[in-house]
């Protein structure tokens, strides 16, 4: 059960830390008012402080398997967020 439990930090940490980054910084450029340029420039310093944050939290909070849950929550809104605003991959 460790190993699971190991492999969904683990998981919500580098691949979901950087998803949940990327598309926070996504949702950003889209949301905020102002020159394009700007706004792509403050999605992308706020993308570099949320991943070593969802970094942190995973192995802080108690069990894998909510880390893993609340980051996929978290990453399904911000992808619904962006969707919303007429972002397409």
């Known amino acids: 059960m460790k190993r699971w439990d190991l492999t969904c930090r ?3 940490a580098v691949p979901g ?8 910084g996504i949702c950003i450029a ?3 008012p102002g020159l394009r340029v700007e706004r792509a420039m403050i999605g ?3 993308g570099l402080l949320i991943w070593p944050v969802t970094f ?3 192995f802080a909070i108690s069990d894998g398997r909510k880390v893993f849950g609340g980051t996929m929550v978290a990453l399904l809104a911000l992808i619904g967020l962006a969707v919303l605003k007429g972002w397409r991959p």
């Open 10 to 12: 683990i998981l919500a």
């Open 17 to 24: 830390g950087y998803a949940l980054s990327a598309f926070a």
């Open 44 to 46: 992308m310093l706020i």
């Open 30 to 32: 889209l949301w905020l």
């Open 56 to 58: 942190m939290m995973s």
